[in-house]
């Protein structure tokens, strides 16, 4: 089974970026990826998808200041935001399907199509 681990977490200024890897242990150009979060003491949410054609989207918390991208031959997806803010501020998890994850992503369906999941990476935005 294809295994998913998360790296380049760590703490970031207010109004800086953050570039977040995830690594598979396999080739991921089968799956279809995504980006969660969770802060402390409030449930995951849906960051940004990305389908096997390279089709992205991206939750209303980062739409225009993120950008999801996958290299295939590398077997890596990257998340990047801009202009970091506090509310950023989560611990960061991979995740992988062989379907869409764009409407899990906006909250119209259950993480539980989520197929594969990587231990997460923790980010800390400080103002």
């Known amino acids: 089974q294809v295994q998913l681990v998360e790296s380049g977490g760590g703490s970031v200024q207010a109004g800086g970026s953050l570039r977040l890897s995830c690594a598979a242990s396999?080739?991921?150009?089968?799956?279809?990826m995504a980006w969660f979060r969770q802060a402390p003491g409030q449930e995951r949410e849906g960051v940004a998808a990305?389908?096997?054609?390279?089709?992205?989207f991206y939750a209303d918390s980062v739409k225009g200041r993120s950008r999801i991208s996958k290299d295939n031959a590398k077997n890596t997806l990257y998340l990047e935001i801009y202009s970091v803010k506090p509310e950023d501020t989560a611990k960061y998890y991979c995740?992988?399907?062989?379907?869409?994850?764009?409407?899990?992503?906006?909250?119209?369906?259950?993480?539980?199509?989520?197929?594969?999941w990587g231990q997460g990476t923790l980010v800390t935005v400080s103002s």
């Open positions: 990305i389908d096997r054609d390279g089709s992205a």
């Open positions: 995740a992988a399907a062989l379907r869409d994850l764009s409407t899990v992503v906006a909250g119209l369906e259950s993480d539980r199509h989520v197929e594969l």
């Open positions: 396999g080739y991921i150009g089968a799956y279809s």
